[in-house]
């Protein structure tokens, strides 16, 4: 009986840590600089090429702006990704069963969401690139 309580000690803290580990901060992506001699048609292109290749749902287009849906499983996405002449941001919009919530000013989400978002922000910046030495 000793040895259990002894066990349940310092398992629980542990629970409890891995518990709390499911969110991590949510910080956008740093803007991704747009190569030089590349259109707009160019950095559209590149842009729905990342997302679409991660599978994001591109929901609405503007000049300037294109906003994306994440659909799996149960976790809902959405983020703006908006870009000029010379940058390209990846912002976060709204989210559903991703555990958003802010707390003394900061954001924290589900663990996952951040390596979406960069595995779409490597892919764009690959493509940019890419498309550069052409």
Same mark, same amino acid.
């Given at each position: ?22 969110? #991590?901060?949510?910080? !956008? ?20 090429? #990342? ?15 294109? !906003? ?8 809902? #996405? ?44 490597? !892919? ?11």
């Amino acid at each position: 009986m000793q040895i259990r309580r002894s066990w349940l000690i310092v398992l629980l803290p542990l629970m409890l840590l891995l518990m709390g580990a499911r969110q #991590a901060p949510l910080n !956008d992506p740093d803007p991704i600089m747009i190569p030089q001699g590349l259109s707009g048609e160019q950095v559209v292109k590149e842009i729905k090429r #990342a997302l679409i290749g991660r599978n994001w749902t591109i929901t609405n287009e503007q000049q300037g702006r294109i !906003d994306s849906t994440l659909n799996l499983r149960d976790h809902v #996405a959405r983020i703006a990704v908006s870009y000029d002449a010379e940058r390209i941001s990846v912002a976060y919009v709204s989210s559903e069963n991703l555990k958003f919530e802010e707390k003394k000013g900061e954001r924290y989400i589900h663990k996952n969401y951040m390596s979406w978002v960069n595995n779409v922000v490597v !892919d764009l910046n690959r493509g940019l690139q890419l498309q550069a030495l052409d």
